[in-house]
């Protein structure tokens, strides 16, 4: 007997080793292969969102094709559009830096003496102000580079997104030939999609309407770059919790360097006033409380994607993880990985553990 429960804990620690190993190639196939991966996901994304739209148009006899083809050419030509102005509005506020300058070494100013009044001492070079500024300028030139890299990027994806469109059509018929007992199982992966399709579409939809917001908000303020707000609060939407204040941080730090503390102030009430109606408002009559995650889980995500695909993977964390959530919930053996990855709240947990095979 106790030789057994050897052997059985013996087995047991042999596979959790080879689980971690597995992981550990898992994370190096994903980071090593980043220049492959990362536009096919992407490429996964727009296709995702244009599906709604697709049948949309086929409802109204546009054929399939030109359906996928339309919308397709539409959706990147949109976003295309908007890189161009982003990398249009970045060029301008780097231009614009030396305006800014003096405002800087004002507040820096203002912090050094506000901390020798509570008796810290705080030495600072003459030029510190303008070394940091230039170190942030070279982050923006940076963030540029990407942006134009992913715009020549853009016709591989389109094509990419394409095809994954054309053979998301065939595949149903193809796997129903190669694995003829397996409907019950062909079922539960379609109600995946169907759940992944429903929440990309509405979470993007939804990030925009706060972009827009955002933006429309900095341009009554009288803040520069209302566009560069708007995009920033549209991305960042993506990621909960922690996106709204990422959005909110360049905005006010400009809203502060051009109208001073009440321009911030004005700026912060706006971003906070617009994430709060459609965070708690909005999105749940929309979506749900079952999409959600937990906190933890969504500030794991960003640093696990961000270290795998940088910028890309942070942008792309929570819907990547948004999906292997809602994949769990429909897997009995899984549900609850879905459970400990939604959020605390126990409506949403109820809700995940009544979710269908």
Known sequence: MPAM????????????????????????GLKLGAPVLVPITLAAVFAIV????????????????????????????????????????????????????????????DVREWLETLGIEFDTEPDSSKKATN???????????????????????????????????????????????????????????????????????????????FGFATFLIGVDFPFLWGLLAFVFNFIPNVGSVLAAIPACIFAYLQLGPQGMVFTLIANVGINQVIGNLVEPRVMGNRLGLSPLVVF????????????????????????????CENVQDLRWLAVLLGPSDPDATEAAERAPA
């Open 5 to 28: 429960r050897e052997d059985g804990q013996r087995g047991q620690g042999l596979r959790v080793l080879i689980g971690a190993a597995a992981t550990i190639v898992l994370i190096a």
């Open 135 to 213: 170190r942030v300028l070279q982050i923006v030139g940076s963030a540029v580079s990407d942006l134009v890299g992913l715009l020549g990027n853009f016709l591989l994806i389109l094509l990419i997104a394409l095809f994954i469109l054309l053979e998301a059509n065939a595949l149903p018929n193809k796997l129903r030939r190669a694995f003829p007992g397996a409907d019950s199982e062909l079922g539960a992966v379609n109600q995946i999609l169907d759940q992944v399709y429903d929440y990309v579409f509405l979470k993007t939809v939804i990030s925009l309407i706060t972009g827009a917001l």
């Open 50 to 109: 244009s599906v709604r739209p697709i049948k949309w148009l086929m409802a109204r006899g546009v054929p399939a094709g030109l359906a996928m083809f339309f919308t397709l050419i539409g959706l990147m030509a949109v976003v295309a559009m908007l890189l161009l102005l982003v990398i249009d509005q970045v060029e301008e506020l780097v231009a614009a830096a030396p305006e800014y300058q003096g405002g800087i070494t004002v507040v820096v100013d």
């Open 300 to 327: 794991v995500s960003l640093i696990f994607w961000g270290y795998v695909w940088g910028m890309v993977g942070v942008l792309l964390s929570t819907p990547l993880t948004m999906v292997v959530k809602i994949a």
